[in-house]
Protein backbone atom coordinates (compact mmCIF):
# COMPACT_ATOMS: atom_id res chain seq x y z
CA UNK A 1 0.00 0.00 0.00
CA UNK A 2 1.78 3.23 -0.75
CA UNK A 3 1.43 5.85 2.00
CA UNK A 4 0.08 9.04 1.87
CA UNK A 5 3.24 10.74 3.71
CA UNK A 6 1.53 13.57 4.72
CA UNK A 7 -0.74 11.14 7.73
CA UNK A 8 2.44 9.60 9.24
CA UNK A 9 4.31 10.93 11.85
CA UNK A 10 7.03 9.30 14.11
CA UNK A 11 7.42 10.14 18.08
CA UNK A 12 9.74 9.14 20.86
CA UNK A 13 7.37 6.68 22.70
CA UNK A 14 7.70 7.32 26.74
CA UNK A 15 6.05 5.05 29.59
CA UNK A 16 2.69 5.93 28.65
CA UNK A 17 3.21 3.14 25.43
CA UNK A 18 4.72 0.04 27.33
CA UNK A 19 1.32 -1.39 26.00
CA UNK A 20 1.40 -0.58 22.67
CA UNK A 21 5.22 -1.29 22.43
CA UNK A 22 4.54 -5.03 23.98
CA UNK A 23 1.26 -5.92 22.00
CA UNK A 24 3.56 -4.76 19.13
CA UNK A 25 6.69 -6.97 20.21
CA UNK A 26 4.32 -10.03 20.40
CA UNK A 27 3.46 -9.61 16.89
CA UNK A 28 6.87 -9.25 16.20
CA UNK A 29 7.76 -12.09 17.94
CA UNK A 30 5.07 -14.54 16.41
CA UNK A 31 6.06 -13.64 13.03
CA UNK A 32 9.46 -14.38 13.29
CA UNK A 33 9.90 -17.43 15.59
CA UNK A 34 6.80 -19.14 16.45
CA UNK A 35 3.19 -18.99 18.29
CA UNK A 36 4.02 -20.05 21.62
CA UNK A 37 2.07 -21.80 24.71
CA UNK A 38 -0.51 -19.36 26.16
CA UNK A 39 1.54 -19.86 29.36
CA UNK A 40 4.71 -18.77 27.90
CA UNK A 41 2.94 -15.67 26.10
CA UNK A 42 1.63 -14.48 29.42
CA UNK A 43 5.25 -14.66 31.03
CA UNK A 44 6.54 -12.46 28.37
CA UNK A 45 4.13 -9.93 28.49
CA UNK A 46 4.69 -10.18 32.23
CA UNK A 47 8.88 -9.82 31.73
CA UNK A 48 8.21 -7.03 28.90
CA UNK A 49 6.24 -5.09 31.22
CA UNK A 50 8.57 -5.27 34.44
CA UNK A 51 11.47 -4.62 32.08
CA UNK A 52 10.11 -1.28 30.19
CA UNK A 53 8.72 -0.09 33.48
CA UNK A 54 12.62 -0.17 34.65
CA UNK A 55 14.09 0.97 31.72
CA UNK A 56 11.81 3.99 30.63
CA UNK A 57 12.71 4.89 34.47
CA UNK A 58 15.89 4.26 34.14
CA UNK A 59 16.70 5.57 30.76
CA UNK A 60 17.93 2.58 29.32
CA UNK A 61 15.65 2.14 26.61
CA UNK A 62 14.72 4.45 23.82
CA UNK A 63 11.95 3.85 21.70
CA UNK A 64 10.54 5.55 18.47
CA UNK A 65 6.79 4.88 16.99
CA UNK A 66 5.65 5.72 13.33
CA UNK A 67 1.79 6.57 13.44
CA UNK A 68 -0.45 6.45 10.20
CA UNK A 69 -3.97 8.60 10.50
CA UNK A 70 -2.41 8.12 14.82
CA UNK A 71 -3.09 4.81 14.69
CA UNK A 72 0.79 3.02 15.76
CA UNK A 73 2.40 1.12 12.86
CA UNK A 74 6.20 1.05 13.31
CA UNK A 75 7.90 0.46 15.79
CA UNK A 76 11.83 0.74 17.21
CA UNK A 77 13.85 0.20 20.46
CA UNK A 78 17.37 0.55 21.30
CA UNK A 79 18.53 -1.21 24.74
CA UNK A 80 21.48 0.96 26.58
CA UNK A 81 24.41 -0.95 27.68
CA UNK A 82 27.24 -0.33 29.61
CA UNK A 83 30.27 -2.05 30.65
CA UNK A 84 33.95 -0.96 31.38
CA UNK A 85 35.61 0.60 28.53
CA UNK A 86 38.55 -0.54 26.11
CA UNK A 87 40.38 0.29 23.31
CA UNK A 88 37.74 -0.05 20.85
CA UNK A 89 35.03 0.82 23.10
CA UNK A 90 36.42 3.35 25.29
CA UNK A 91 33.41 5.04 27.19
CA UNK A 92 32.02 1.20 27.38
CA UNK A 93 28.51 2.68 26.15
CA UNK A 94 27.39 0.54 23.57
CA UNK A 95 23.51 0.29 21.71
CA UNK A 96 21.66 -2.78 21.03
CA UNK A 97 18.89 -2.03 18.28
CA UNK A 98 15.98 -4.54 18.28
CA UNK A 99 12.15 -4.23 17.82
CA UNK A 100 12.37 -2.92 14.70
CA UNK A 101 9.26 -3.39 13.26
CA UNK A 102 6.37 -2.63 10.71
CA UNK A 103 3.22 -4.21 9.96
CA UNK A 104 2.34 -5.98 6.96
CA UNK A 105 0.53 -3.61 5.60
CA UNK A 106 2.42 -0.91 5.92
CA UNK A 107 6.07 -1.99 4.80
CA UNK A 108 8.07 -0.59 1.59
CA UNK A 109 7.10 3.02 2.82
CA UNK A 110 10.22 3.66 4.20
CA UNK A 111 8.82 3.36 7.57
CA UNK A 112 11.60 1.39 8.91
CA UNK A 113 14.45 3.07 7.83
CA UNK A 114 13.11 6.15 9.63
CA UNK A 115 12.71 4.45 12.83
CA UNK A 116 16.14 3.05 12.31
CA UNK A 117 17.56 6.86 11.46
CA UNK A 118 16.05 8.02 14.61
CA UNK A 119 17.40 5.10 16.64
CA UNK A 120 21.43 6.18 15.19
CA UNK A 121 20.54 9.70 16.02
CA UNK A 122 19.72 9.12 19.26
CA UNK A 123 22.96 7.06 19.83
CA UNK A 124 25.07 9.73 18.69
CA UNK A 125 23.27 12.33 21.07
CA UNK A 126 24.15 9.83 23.58
CA UNK A 127 27.82 9.33 23.05
CA UNK A 128 27.52 5.69 22.36
CA UNK A 129 30.68 4.17 21.22
CA UNK A 130 28.57 1.33 19.13
CA UNK A 131 25.60 0.40 17.66
CA UNK A 132 24.85 -3.34 17.06
CA UNK A 133 21.76 -5.81 16.51
CA UNK A 134 20.35 -8.91 15.23
CA UNK A 135 18.84 -8.73 11.45
CA UNK A 136 15.90 -10.83 10.08
CA UNK A 137 16.34 -11.23 5.92
CA UNK A 138 14.20 -8.85 5.58
CA UNK A 139 15.67 -6.15 8.03
CA UNK A 140 19.14 -6.97 6.50
CA UNK A 141 18.98 -4.60 3.80
CA UNK A 142 18.00 -1.91 5.82
CA UNK A 143 20.82 -1.83 7.79
CA UNK A 144 23.34 -2.64 5.31
CA UNK A 145 22.46 0.79 3.85
CA UNK A 146 23.04 1.92 6.98
CA UNK A 147 26.76 0.32 6.77
CA UNK A 148 26.16 -2.08 9.41
CA UNK A 149 28.70 -4.93 8.90
CA UNK A 150 29.34 -8.14 10.25
CA UNK A 151 31.20 -7.70 13.64
CA UNK A 152 35.21 -8.93 13.59
CA UNK A 153 34.68 -11.43 16.64
CA UNK A 154 32.69 -14.18 16.05
CA UNK A 155 30.06 -14.02 18.83
CA UNK A 156 29.47 -17.06 21.20
CA UNK A 157 26.06 -17.94 23.00
CA UNK A 158 24.91 -20.38 25.58
CA UNK A 159 21.24 -20.45 26.13
CA UNK A 160 20.39 -20.88 29.77
CA UNK A 161 16.86 -22.24 30.65
Known amino acids: ?11 KASSADIETLIEHRIIFLKEVHCNPSPELEA ?10 AGAFKNDTFVSWIAEYENKPVGFSGMVIRE ?7 PTGRTGYILNM ?4 EFRQNGIGSSLFQKLLEEAKLRGLDKVELHA ?4 EPVYRKFKFTE ?6 EIILK
Open 1 to 11: MKLDQTKLSLR
Open 151 to 156: PHDIAL
Open 43 to 52: TVRKSLRQYL
Open 83 to 89: QPGNFEL
Open 101 to 104: FTLR
Open 136 to 139: TKDG
